[in-house]
């Protein structure tokens, strides 16, 4: 595929950068990434990504518009508050740019749905708000053999982490059970930031970090975040990052792994 004139143009200051080129451009081009949630996170990794030229852009998301959401989803106006966030989502991406594909799966992601949606992609971004949503994407990427960009949010703080354990070759890569092997046992469905509290503009950093992540593993290039967890303290301003390996006794990707499908089947 020849880039456009008007490609040219659009993606110059990515064109002049060695480590992209032409060649980078098309790849990004030719590039299908799905976003699970159009919320505090989704709302930044959309807008870049959309704004790179990633050709198509999945969005799977079953809510509306809220108004109590605007403080931190900034792809979403005030006008659409009561719409479904994934017509929202894509108004916006299609004014920032109208030449990539956006397909919208306005739904819950289900261990009923997972394959069939995830197999349409190459990449999967993680910005739900829950963790059974969390461990179903892990477990459906780990099957489908795909890469995960991860990110989560609480309060003042927020993390980032990339998984690439799945079948498509990166074998010895840890997974997200190998980081959390359970979720909180005080709240196993999960807090969601909105329960408690967010400061908007964190979102934005982690969401911005993660649509980083994804031009990187799409173009290869830099070091992953495979394998190293990055905690950001906006109250402190600081960014650590703590690396952690495949456990060998982790129930998906262990050496005798027990959940055999993506709906989370357990081998007795
Ligand atoms: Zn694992």
Redesign the pocket.
């Known amino acids: 595929m020849e880039l456009t004139d008007n490609q040219f143009e659009r993606y110059a200051r990515h064109l002049i950068l060695d480590e992209v080129g032409d060649e980078g451009q098309e790849k990004l081009l030719n590039s299908k990434v799905l976003c699970v949630g159009a919320g505090g996170l989704g709302s930044p990794v959309l807008m870049y990504l959309a704004a790179a030229g990633v050709g198509t852009i999945g969005i799977i998301d079953d809510d509306d518009v809220d108004i109590s959401n605007l403080q931190r989803q900034v792809i979403h106006a005030t006008s659409k508050v009561g719409t479904p966030k994934v017509s929202s989502a894509e108004e916006t991406l299609l004014r920032i740019n109208p030449t990539i594909r956006i397909n919208l799966h306005h739904m819950r992601l289900l261990p009923e749905n997972v394959d069939n949606i995830f197999s349409k992609y190459d990449l999967i971004v993680d910005g739900s708000d829950n963790f059974p949503t969390r461990y179903m994407i892990n477990d459906a990427a780990y099957f489908n053999g795909k890469t995960v960009v991860s990110g989560a949010l609480l309060r003042f703080e927020g993390q980032l982490t990339t998984f690439r ?1 799945g079948t498509g070759g990166h074998n010895q890569e ?5 980081l959390f092997n359970a979720p909180p046992s005080d709240d196993p469905d999960g807090f969601r930031c909105e329960d408690v509290g967010i400061l908007g503009a964190v979102a934005g950093v982690i969401g911005t970090l993660q649509a980083t992540e994804v031009l990187k593993e799409l173009l290869n290039l830099g070091n992953s975040m495979s394998g190293q967890l990055l905690i950001f303290d906006a109250l402190e301003m600081t960014f650590r990052k703590i690396r952690y390996k ?2 060998l006794s ?1 129930a ?3 050496d005798t792994p027990t959940i055999q499908n993506s709906t989370g089947a357990i081998i007795d």
């Open positions: 354990g840890p997974c997200y059970r190998c495949r456990n982790c998906l990707c262990g």
